[in-house]
């Protein structure tokens, strides 16, 4: 399995761009980068994926190196409604099935105002 | 689109009894999983299908069985419930894509097993 490791948590304030890191150092060549977000007594939401460089969405950023051994969530100028856990997620279900997915406990963001 | 419903939202069950979770999406997307979420804990896979009448075990699947003769349900059966069993449960539906894929998530099913 593609271990992640994320921060357990980070606080961050009201119009600050916050950036969580993944650390995915056995990643695979077929592997893809997913972030879900999920809060409070809700399923995980989608947020954004990429396979190498920079995507954007309307939500957010990812960043990912040339070695594609970590990868960075951008969520720029958060508000409270951003407060959740985030989820950094490597694989491909369509090469190596769903199996190799895992959620990990992922990273507690906290926004104050 | 309703997109992903799930049914019960909360059950109480005795240790040894036995019921059915249920999972229907709308959307017409051919994958679909069922997660378990244990308190502070992050998802962790119990079955998933990649089709109609095509079904495979994740990570935890001891205790739970699944069957998919729709492309829009898929049911999860507790056998024996057990308190170890007491947890959040996540359907989920998507259709096939790289990576782990848009995932849609249902609100999840709260069981208490007692």
């Known amino acids: 399995l593609a271990k992640t490791t994320q921060p357990i948590s980070m606080d961050s304030y009201e119009g600050q761009e916050v950036n969580i890191t993944c650390s995915h150092n056995?990643?695979?060549?077929?592997?893809?980068i997913t972030w879900y977000q999920q809060f409070p007594s809700q399923g995980p939401r989608f947020i954004i994926q990429g396979y190498k460089t920079k995507v954007t969405n309307e939500v957010a950023s990812l960043f990912i190196p040339a070695d594609r051994k970590s990868s960075t969530l951008s969520l720029p100028r958060v508000s409270l409604s951003d407060t959740a856990v985030y989820y950094c997620l490597v694989g491909d279900i369509m090469n190596t099935g769903f199996q190799k997915l895992v959620f990990g406990t992922g990273t507690r963001l906290l926004v104050s105002p | 689109n309703a997109g992903v419903t799930q049914t019960p939202k909360f059950q109480v069950l005795k240790t040894g009894q036995s019921m059915t979770l249920q999972c229907a999406q709308d959307?017409?997307?051919?994958?679909m999983s069922w997660y378990r979420q244990d308190p502070g804990m992050g998802l962790r896979l119990i079955h998933y299908s990649v089709g109609a009448g095509i079904t495979d075990q994740g990570e935890v699947p001891n205790g739970y069985n699944v069957s998919r003769s729709t492309t829009e349900d898929f049911p999860l059966r507790l056998l024996s419930a057990a308190p170890s069993q007491t947890s959040v449960y996540f359907c989920?539906?998507?259709?096939?894509?790289?990576?782990?894929?848009?995932?849609?998530f249902g609100p999840g099913t709260r069981l208490t097993v007692t």
């Open positions: 989920a539906s998507s259709k096939p894509d790289r990576g782990a894929g848009e995932q849609y």
């Open positions: 056995n990643i695979a060549t077929n592997d893809y």
């Open positions: 959307m017409n997307h051919e994958y």
